[in-house]
């Protein structure tokens, strides 16, 4: 995703090639995410931008715009693959073109277009292939845009906004949250415009770990927190954000071996090079470098488990008791729950649900043998009851005895005469 660096790179061309200049036309798609989705359409933008003067342009973070001679003003968001490309104009600089390639106009997946009236004729478009970028037009006067939304929910940017963002202004930022310090960075309701990579710069620059709680640094970690943070921001814009020219010893030019065969797992130093997951984001890591000197964030790491199985069978601690969700506390409950007892313990152990003994499944032959016993004995109680019917006869008191005996009850409650019994029995009165 196109950072602070990348978007001052972007309006840096854009002041270059558009600024002062008339757009004489603009073609806009009817995209409904990248328009549709900040409340208006291609067609709207498209009528707003043209014939209108740019006057100038100017960014906060990961916006940009442009301030034309009337309002509204277009306000752009590159959100992950978004990117301004002008004719003639190496403005991508990742991804450098061969001399000899014709460059492809109008570039893929464009979504804006606009070509001036002056000469030369300026072209430039904005693309974006996954769509996650935005173009919204507000409507207020060009030095009020930084009033309106959504550039007034963000954060001071740290190369604009030095006067706000001071090391007081910062140290009260970290301790008023509870969160990994690099997911604070990554907010950009805190600050504007770090994305993954100078975020993973700037804690590598001032030697913090980034999933350290971000209430737990000291003053004077905090004061060499502000001194990166503003070092790595401006020099990365001053350079406008041309990696070739990055010094030697940032982590950017040694971060990208993650997952790539015989990429280097190591800086030029030895220092090994590790990534993690923070903020929801891959983080790079020199853990020889960034050491914990705090409480940290994250799932349980390797020696957590190995701190839990050393501590089986112990009470779950109140600050366990208290935690919510599937964090560390639920899991050491499960632990705690599935450790054995002691041989001192086994006799008194509760069946628990992890040492219950298991219930034996039956064997099928067994069950047919049991359900074929069973019919072997009502067939013998039937016959010795025919039996008896035949001693007594079919006269008096013991007639009706044998009769009440060989009557057979249902499923709905509903008794069977004694003949469909005999019958059932294999022997039919004589």
Known sequence: ????????????????????????????????????????????????????????????????????????????????????????????????????????????????????????????AYADSRRFGRIRLVDCAGEDIRKTTPLKENGPDPVIDKDILTAEWLEKKLRSKHVPVKALLLDQANISGIGNWVGDEVLYNARLHPEQYSDTFSSDQIKQLHKSLLYICQTAVDLLADSSKFPDDWLFNHRWGKGKKDAPTTLPNGAKITHLTVGGR????????????????????????????????????????????????????????????????????????????????????????????????????????????????????????????????TEGGHTKPESQVRRRSGRLPK
């Open 1 to 124: 995703m196109p950072e602070i660096a990348e978007v001052a790179r972007v309006v840096h061309f854009l002041r270059k090639s558009l600024v002062g200049k008339t757009l004489a036309a603009v073609k806009a798609q009817d995209d409904a995410n990248v328009f549709g989705k900040v409340g208006t359409t291609g067609a709207e933008v498209q009528k707003a931008l043209a014939g209108k003067k740019v006057v100038d342009a100017g960014s906060q973070g990961k916006y940009f715009w442009l301030i034309m001679s009337s309002p509204p003003h277009p306000v752009f968001h590159f959100g992950m693959t978004g990117w301004f490309y002008i004719r003639g104009e190496k403005t991508v600089h990742y991804r450098p073109k061969n001399s000899d390639e014709v460059e492809e106009w109008p570039p893929k997946y464009w979504k804006l277009m606009v070509e001036t009236d002056e000469q030369p004729k300026v072209e430039a």
């Open 282 to 409: 891959t983080s790079c890591v020199v853990p020889s470098v960034q050491k914990k000197t705090g409480a940290v964030a994250g799932d349980l790491k390797k020696e957590e488990k190995e701190e839990l199985e050393a501590e089986e069978g112990t009470e779950v601690s109140e600050e366990s008791k208290g935690a919510k969700g599937k964090g560390p506390a639920s899991r050491k409950r499960k632990t705690v729950a599935k450790s054995e007892p002691g041989p001192d313990q086994q006799e008194n152990a509760p069946l628990l649900a992890t040492n219950r003994p298991k219930k034996p499944k039956p064997n099928p032959k067994t069950k047919a043998n049991i359900q074929g016993t069973k019919k072997e004995v009502k067939e013998e109680v039937n016959e010795s009851q025919d039996a008896e019917v035949l001693q007594n006869g079919t006269g008096g008191k013991s007639k009706s005895v044998s009769s009440a005996q060989n009557t057979e009850k």
